[in-house]
């Protein structure tokens, strides 16, 4: 009994510090590391998801995120002015044209600009 009331006070503390909004500074990392990678080397990004590195990488910074880097920001400067932390990513020179966000005004679903 005792170890099932220590796993709900554990899975409490977990839950109520866990955050899903936020920055997501980890992920977003990983997300720039993908984004430099493939276009420095198609193939070799290839690679890092085939073995799955990506993946694991992603998935190591979700929980990284929603346990630290998330609820800091969020609890400790956002919740409190009511302005978001941005993320400013990493700028990669392309060496073969861009795709842009489809957030982005004028942008199209596959369309390459070079």
Not at 5 to 21: D, E, F, K, Q
Not at 45 to 68: E, K, R, S
Request: glycine share 8%; net charge neutral.
């Amino acid at each position: 009994m005792r170890t099932i009331a220590r796993r709900i006070v554990l899975a409490s503390l977990v839950t109520l510090g866990a955050c899903a909004a936020g920055p997501h500074q980890l992920r977003r990392s990983i997300d720039d590391w993908d984004h430099k990678s493939y276009v420095n080397s198609p193939w070799w990004n290839a690679a890092l998801w085939v073995v799955p590195v990506m993946p694991a990488c992603y998935v190591g910074a979700f929980v990284g995120d929603f346990l630290v880097t998330d609820p800091w920001a969020f609890w400790l400067h956002d919740a409190w002015d009511g302005k978001g932390t941005g993320f400013q990513h990493l700028e990669v020179p392309w060496t073969d044209g861009h795709m842009s966000s489809l957030w982005r005004d004028r942008s199209g679903w596959t369309r390459v600009e070079r």
